[in-house]
């Protein structure tokens, strides 16, 4: 592969939560994890007990849980107990406004202490916890709402405004929106003062292991996007794969800078580190090279689990930028939401003193499952090797049957179902669900290539999906925002390389009969979708087509467009009927 | 270079990147990502076209110093000073 491997010395791997990856594979069972956490009586299980009430019930509740920083620079500490208060609190809120178990409460904000209160209040009262990215325009949240059947809000009023309160009556199952703050617009319910006179004790919800916990919502290539279900006992993998793929133990100092809209900044941003004791660094602000390298020398992280395009940012400033900081309390770097290129992997040892460790999982999966472990060697840009607990394969799709691929031939990424963070449904959607196990396994969606060593390799994904600074974009949604346009016929969407965000979106657009391309037209679209959809899924480019190319049954062959634009190989097109024009 | 025609280039970039942004009604102290809602990628080409185009090096330390328009064409200003 061109680049080196990064051996672990004999005391890396004695300090490693899994000194020997081989024997505790071998050895682990998930019925043992689940040991490791207390549960409630009776055999129930609650994901906000286990972050919480577990600690402070053994004497922990003094402990720091989150260390926060706003955006204006105003810190405020946290302890376990706090945490568990307000929880307590914003479950009591949740009661009074009629919302409970089995309902559904959205969050759709920045990283702000009441973001973690909702949370946890929300899991504790057996209500459904869904977050949404804050950058999506109106059209994603609405969409999403819809389908998830919210029940409940938490945003703040400027998002309230811009995106949410000219559609808000037509979602009927909406009963309550909270606004973050002392101030509610009209319909709506001010938090701070809710808070305040809320009682902050709540007895956690006796929840079922299998009762719903969380929803996430990710992008389908064709179709609407889907609600991918979570269950509490998600809560036995978050805990053990925070041990196994990122070191977290009781005390850690730790650093997630994943947007809490998307799965990562839930599961690694929320739950793994609250339910492994670990102090958490909460940075409110975007990315910003200096701030968050005071950041890691300031709070003297310990761990950090960050994500590509952020460190190709990094990479982009050059290693001067970085000279000066203290990083050495940094153990353990971690990364995720793409392929980590080779070059950022070494760029860490360079710059931190140590690699960055690439990881594998996606929403359905719920945690982390294929991992370069702190005890494992490194090959620069390899995924690593599937966690314990968790069998992967390679595996061929063509016929009826499965079958496993040859080490270093390309298949689909699968897993064996049963790890207790897979996903349970994807909401109301049961074909499509279906439609992801085959013949025992799980099918990913990605392609991958296992070597002779047994670590895995990324590919490419194997339907139209677009992954842009890690989050994953579906062609169907953009293309039809560009279609609502009274100037647009027909569109087509594909991810173009970036060396930054990996993939951006670009847009191939065919005019209606009487508008005509041009420099405007292009910026009125993309101002459009803009609009509709938000910064992070429109196109940033768009182009102009006289026709697509289309299949027999009429369907765009986006493969094409794609092999074209990278200037790859066609491919198979004897189904295609019209070109490109 | 006046300041005026700075920022007359500078709100023509952020336009041409972010369509859905008024040029016209954008104040001098409205925030590029709070207020105006772009993202890091957006400011990532922002700043290249506006280096491209005053023919300036903004170093990514610098980012933060082009926040709101008044911060950026301050920052501009001395730069082509």
């Known amino acids: ?581 | 270079m006046t300041r005026n025609e700075i920022r007359t280039a500078f709100v023509d970039e952020l336009t041409r990147i972010a369509p859905d942004i008024d040029g016209k009604t954008v104040s001098d102290e409205d925030h590029l990502m709070d207020d105006l809602g772009l993202d890091s990628m957006d400011i990532l080409n922002l700043v290249t076209a506006i280096q491209t185009r005053l023919g300036v090096s903004v170093p990514e330390t610098d980012y933060p110093r082009l926040e709101t328009l008044e911060k950026a064409v301050e920052y501009l200003a001395g730069k082509l000073g």
């Not at chain 1, 420099?519 to 009125?524: A, V």
Request: contains cysteine.
């Open chain 1, 1 to 581: 592969m061109g680049w080196d491997t990064i051996t672990k010395s004999a005391n890396d791997r004695a300090n490693a939560a899994l000194p020997d990856t081989e024997k505790a594979r071998k050895d682990f069972s998930w019925n043992d994890a689940r040991q490791e956490l207390s549960g409630l009586p009776g055999g129930g299980l609650n994901i906000a007990h286990e972050a919480l009430d577990r600690h402070v019930a053994a004497g922990h509740g003094a402990q720091c849980a989150i260390r926060w920083r706003g955006a204006s620079g105003e810190t405020r500490d946290f302890t376990y107990e706090h945490l568990q208060r307000n929880a307590s609190k914003f479950a009591s809120v949740l009661t009074r406004h009629g919302i409970g178990k089995g309902d559904r409460l959205f969050s759709m904000m920045g990283r702000v202490p009441e973001l973690y209160f909702a949370a946890l209040g929300t899991l504790r009262a057996g209500v459904v916890f869904t977050p949404l990215f804050s950058a999506f325009g109106p059209e994603p949240v609405r969409t999403r709402m819809e389908i998830g059947e919210a029940s409940a809000l938490i945003t703040t009023a400027a998002i309230y405004r811009r995106k949410i309160a000219s559609w808000r009556a037509e979602i009927p199952s909406l009963k309550l929106v909270l606004i973050v703050g002392d101030d509610a617009p009209e319909d709506c319910v001010a938090l701070g003062p809710e808070m305040d006179r809320a009682p902050d004790r709540f007895e956690v919800m006796q929840t079922d292991p299998e009762d719903m916990a969380l929803i996430h919502f990710t992008s389908g290539t064709t179709g609407r996007p889907k609600g991918v279900v979570h269950v509490h006992e998600a809560v036995v993998a978050h805990a053990a794969t925070g041990r196994f793929a990122l070191e977290l133990r009781p005390g850690s100092v730790y650093w997630c800078t994943a947007d809490p809209g998307w799965v990562t900044g839930t599961s690694y941003g929320i739950i793994s580190p609250l339910v492994n004791g670990v102090t958490m660094v909460v940075d409110e602000a975007e990315y910003d090279l200096d701030r968050w390298y005071r950041t890691l020398e300031r709070e003297k992280v310990e761990i950090w689990y960050t994500a590509p395009t952020a460190i190709r940012m990094m990479m982009r400033a050059g290693q001067d930028a970085a000279a000066g900081y203290d990083f050495s309390n940094l153990k353990f770097l971690a990364s995720v939401g793409e392929p980590l290129n080779p070059e950022a992997v070494v760029w860490g040892k360079e710059v931190f003193g140590k690699p960055f460790h690439d990881n594998w999982w996606q929403s359905e999966t719920g945690g982390i499952m294929i991992a370069n472990t702190a005890a494992m060697d490194i090959k620069p840009g390899s995924m690593g090797k599937p966690l314990p607990g968790i069998e992967a394969g390679i595996v061929e799709t063509a016929g009826d049957e499965l079958s496993e691929c040859e080490p270093g031939e390309v298949g689909e990424l699968a897993l064996r179902p049963g790890w207790p963070s897979m996903m349970r449904a994807y909401l109301n959607e049961e074909a499509r669900y279906a439609k992801c196990f085959r013949d025992g396994w799980y099918l990913s969606g990605d392609l991958a290539m296992r070597d002779s060593d047994g670590y895995f390799w990324f590919v490419g994904r194997a339907d139209d999906l677009i992954k842009s600074s890690g989050h994953l974009i579906g062609p169907f949604e953009v293309e039809s925002v560009l279609i609502e346009h009274d100037a647009v016929a027909e569109a087509a969407v594909i991810g173009i390389p970036d060396e930054t965000a990996g993939e951006v979106v670009k847009a191939y657009v065919v005019l209606n009969p009487g508008f005509d391309a041009s420099d405007e037209m292009e910026r009125t679209l993309r101002g459009h979708a803009r609009k509709r959809l938000g910064p992070a899924v429109a196109p940033r480019e768009i182009v102009f087509r006289q026709s697509l190319p289309k299949t027999r049954s009429g369907k765009i062959m986006r493969r094409l467009l794609k092999a074209r634009e990278l200037g790859l190989p066609e491919g198979d097109i004897s189904t295609l009927e019209t070109d490109e024009k």
